[in-house]
């Protein structure tokens, strides 16, 4: 299970793990705010009633029946990830979860509560919460993959020249208080569910260090799953590159709030 909360490089570290030919990583399949399910895996239909229905029911034995049945000769490792607040909506999930020694746990964060604050915002306001890689593929080509791909949405594969074209229209309001506020939170949440899977393993891996270091955490987060390390492939891109000072719009106003106190550093540039 990969825990983590929102705007943490989930999605990167997702495509990645299930690039390997021995891995299955599923998405958000625990995501309440979704009418299907995310699977966001060929061969699954997100608006299976059935699935749907056994989930709400017995979150467990969709896992089981679901999620983890697979091809034991073919694949070594199942996986799935879990955004903090997803886990409420389903009874007796975390208890579940908990029961089983068999899980492991990536633990996935990010130091820098201002850029995760800040991604967390841009999302909403361009509804961009993720970007496939750049590809050279033609239009005409990308339909196709759209339409033989039915979780990736054409949208998204189509549609990021609108929001790279504006650039300037994306920069956004922090207010400071309730940026504050949401690093607060994210840090009493990853403390909160470390301690609820104390038991089992568990692997710390850091967004800024998958940044700065993609071969050296894929690897070794393929190691803790007692995989054979591979070459893996992440499928989406960084989305806000820019520096605060362009993509935050009351930047002054957001720096003068955090200086002097113990996450000034979060101002630096990562």
Known sequence: MIMCGPRTGSNMLVSAL???PRIVCFREIFNFTFADIDYNIDGYRRDDPDAIALRKRDPAA???TKIYAQDAAAIDAVGWKFIYEHFWDFPGLIEALQAD????????????????????????QTGEWQRPKRSR???????????????RSAAALLGRGR???????????LPPRECIEYIQMREKQMAHFEGLFSSHQRLDVWYE?????????????????????????????????GTLRDLVRNYDELAAAISGTPNEWMLEED
């Open 18 to 20: 299930d690039s390997h």
């Open 62 to 64: 969709f896992l089981r």
């Open 101 to 124: 020694p068999d899980l492991r746990v990536i633990h996935l964060k990010r130091r820098n509560g201002v850029r995760a604050f800040l991604s967390y915002k841009m999302a909403f």
């Open 137 to 151: 593929r033609g239009l005409s080509e990308r339909l196709v993959s759209a339409a033989r791909h039915p979780g």
């Open 163 to 173: 929001v790279r074209g504006g650039e300037a229209d994306r920069r956004v309001v």
């Open 209 to 241: 260090d998958l940044v700065a270091h993609r071969l050296r955490e894929f690897n070794r987060t393929q190691v803790f799953l007692g995989v054979q390390p591979a070459t893996l492939v992440e499928k989406v891109e960084r989305q806000n590159p």
